[in-house]
Antibody, heavy 120, light 107 residues
Framework: QVQLVQSGAAVREPGASVRISCKTS????????ISWLRQAPGQGLEWLGW????????NNVERLEGRIIMTTDTSTNTAYLELKNLRSDDTAIYFC?????????????WGQGTLVIVSS | EIVMTQSPGTLSVSPGERATLSCSAS??????LAWYQQMPGRAPRLLIY???TRAAGVPARFSGSGSGTEFTLTISGLQSEDIAHYYC?????????FGQGTKVEIK
């Protein structure tokens, strides 16, 4: 059974960047694509973007355009989310989730989440 | 974008009773709808996809129904381990969107 294992919590100052990793385990398994989502404290779920493990194609929400970078390293079965120019309202738990590379789909499985705190 | 609205915000149910959660979409999503369970401090877990298909390992007391704009998640015989937030999500159009969630608690 595929599991997604994320990197640990991070604290950043406003204006800084953060990079979160999401590794497929065991490494002999893979998912077609990875979506990134977040959940602000006490709030619901927000889809941020998607990266295909086949061809690196990406799609993300417009409001993060210019600040979000999603990449994938197929040699290590690891996906990365980088968010730049952090603001206080970026404070959230960030999740990666398995996705389809060809169709709109549900999200399964999910990583355990990475807490990102943006504070001066 | 498609707005998903869940009701009620909080649902109090006695153990063994039925819990009925609703989700409505601002436009038709056909049956391209999923339900997730999120226990406190945990990541969401897929329960239902295609509006009514249980994901692997999900107990039979969870069932989904509906199409178009109106959907229902039913928990038949609530158990203590079902205490969680439940979210619906449409995957009919970009961007994929979630409802704000229903919190299920024990009465």
């Amino acid at each position: 059974q595929v599991q997604l294992v994320q990197s640990g919590a991070a604290v950043r100052e406003p204006g800084a960047s953060v990079r979160i990793s999401c590794k497929t385990s065991p490494s002999t398994f893979s998912v077609d694509a990875i979506s990134w989502l977040r959940q602000a404290p006490g709030q619901g779920l927000e889809w941020l973007g998607w990266v295909s493990n086949y061809n690196g194609n990406i799609n993300n929400v417009e409001r993060l355009e210019g600040r979000i970078i999603m990449t994938t390293d197929t040699s290590t079965n690891t996906a990365y989310l980088e968010l730049k120019n952090l603001r206080s309202d970026d404070t959230a738990i960030y999740f990666c989730a398995g996705d389809s590379s060809s169709t709109l789909n549900w999200f399964d499985p999910w990583g355990q989440g990475t807490l990102v705190i943006v504070s001066s | 974008e498609i707005v998903m609205t869940q009701s009620p915000g909080t649902l109090s149910v006695s153990p063994g009773e039925r819990a009925t959660l609703s989700c409505s979409a601002s436009q038709s999503v056909s049956t391209n709808l999923a339900w997730y369970q999120q226990m406190p401090g945990r990541a969401p877990r897929l329960l239902i996809y295609a509006a009514s298909t249980r994901a692997a390992g999900v107990p039979a007391r969870f069932s989904g129904s509906g199409s178009g704009t109106e959907f229902t998640l039913t928990i038949s015989g609530l158990q203590s381990e079902d205490i969680a937030h439940y979210y619906c999500q449409q995957y009919n159009k970009w961007p994929r969107t979630f409802g704000q969630g229903t919190k299920v608690e024990i009465k």
